[in-house]
């Protein structure tokens, strides 16, 4: 059983950045690839961004491209999501969530195992 716990959400406005953690507990953090997922009020969750175990690749949503960067530290068993030039549309709940085997089919939360239960980023314009 792996716990995750996110952190590192808040209010910012428009332009600025964010740090996102989320700290694995529980389980062989290195064997898991790690998703970011966020939803937006009214809104399905939605892909974000994912790396895989060794994070040797990464993926992204195209909404985020070029402005958030996923990483990880196994070491520390945690992994972040920098968040660069902040739009309000990207308001949301952010997730974390754990993969035990990620294929190409990536962005779909069925891969998934594990989840966290969240943290808010309010980006006002």
């Known amino acids: 059983q792996v716990q995750l716990v996110e952190s590192g959400g808040g209010s910012v406005q428009a332009g600025g950045s964010l740090r996102l953690s989320c700290a694995a507990s529980?389980?062989?953090?290195?064997?898991?690839?790690m998703g970011w997922f966020r939803q937006a009020p009214g809104k399905e969750r939605e892909f974000v961004a994912a790396?895989?175990?060794?994070?040797?690749?990464?993926y992204y949503a195209d909404s985020v491209k070029g402005r958030f960067t996923i990483s990880r530290d196994n070491a520390k068993n945690t992994v972040y999501l920098q968040m660069n030039s902040l739009k309000p549309d990207d308001t949301a709940v952010y997730y974390c969530?754990?993969?035990?085997?990620?294929?190409?089919?990536?962005?779909?939360?069925?891969?998934?195992?594990?989840w966290g239960q969240g943290t808010q980023v309010t980006v006002s314009s």
């Open positions: 529980g389980g062989t953090f290195s064997s898991y690839s």
């Open positions: 969530a754990a993969a035990q085997f990620l294929n190409s089919d990536y962005p779909r939360q069925y891969n998934y195992r594990y």
């Open positions: 790396i895989r175990w060794s994070g040797g690749s990464t």
